[in-house]
């Protein structure tokens, strides 16, 4: 499975950006794909999550209400539209595929794409 994140940009507090993932390859192996982000000397952290069967998501607490994560099937596309972004959402997001296992651990997700800058600044 390869993914194709692009979307990313620079953005005011309280602006929105949509982040896309394009993925090609097995994608009838996917069971889920989720979006994580890293800021310079942290660990990467699950922002959301859509299983790719059935329709579930999930979300992490800083995010929820805030972000959505969605999935077009007919596209092999995943997206997270971000709104009322907040200079502590800044940070390079990452797409990944996972075939198994929680959605939210960063350990179950074999497949990445590369990341999205996102900067949100006045």
């Known amino acids: 499975v390869q993914l194709q994140a692009s979307g990313g940009g620079l953005v005011q507090p309280g602006g929105s950006l949509r982040l896309s993932c394009a993925a090609s390859g097995s994608i009838f192996s996917i069971n889920g794909m989720g979006w994580f982000r890293q800021t310079p000397g942290k660990e990467r952290e699950f922002v959301a999550a859509a299983t790719w069967k059935g329709y579930s998501t999930y979300y992490a607490n800083s995010v929820k209400g805030r972000f959505t994560i969605s999935r077009d099937n007919a596209k092999n596309t995943l997206y997270l539209q971000m709104n009322s972004l907040k200079p502590e959402d800044t940070a390079v997001y990452y797409c990944?595929?996972?075939?198994?296992?929680?959605?939210?651990?960063?350990?179950?997700?074999?497949?990445w794409g590369q990341g999205a800058q996102v900067t949100v600044s006045s």
């Open positions: 990944a595929a996972q075939s198994r296992g929680s959605m939210w651990l960063q350990a179950s997700y074999d497949y």
